[in-house]
């Protein structure tokens, strides 16, 4: 009597602990999605949502021709990310990469970053959207261009520029960062090359431009 007494203690205190929600994480829970009386179905139903909001994750696509900035900023932290709300007000705390995903994405030719955020305050909510700023140090000469030069299609990311008897080249350039409507290059510029900035699908490479 004393052992069965003992195992129906035991598988009630089994079927006590199954029946307790327990959170994998800390964080804050959501709206409850079921009532009393709902059906249930193990593995498929959701009762509820839990996102830890301390700190809060970020992600952005970049493309595959940044990944080196972003891995670089990575290695040496010497970067601050800012998020800019469509309001047009900041977030005052800065943000830091926090891991660079481990492959490219074959259809967008992108490769997801993912940035982490302080949040005590709690003014940042799963699933807002916002633009992030990215500052950073660069060397005292760099080469910068109008942003509307660039040329992108798929991975490819080029500018018009004048040769030799201002005949329109295509150069293979390499992007930095975006400065209001200044477009850093890292490479395929130097100084003093002309980059052709208006009526880029009137031309192709190999005509010969007038220069006013």
Known sequence: ????????????????????????ISGKIGIAQLRIGDLVTAGSTI??????????????????????????????????????????????????????????????????????FPNKNGQLKSGMTASLQMQVKTSDQQVAIPAKSIIELLSEVKVYALGPGNVVEAKPVQKGALLDSLQIISSGLKPGDKVITDGLQKIRPGDTVIVK
């Open 47 to 116: 009762v509820n949502t839990l996102v830890n909001e301390d700190p809060i994750f970020a992600d952005i696509d970049i493309p595959q021709t940044r990944y080196g900035e972003f891995r670089k900023e990575l290695t040496d932290g010497s970067g601050q990310f800012f998020l800019t709300f469509p309001g047009g007000d900041q977030y005052s705390e800065p943000g830091k990469i926090l891991l660079v995903n481990n492959a490219v994405d074959p259809r967008t030719g992108t490769i997801r970053v993912r940035l982490t």
């Open 1 to 24: 009597m004393v052992a069965q007494a003992r195992a129906t203690r035991s598988r009630t205190g089994t079927d006590i602990s199954h029946s307790v929600l327990r959170a994998p």
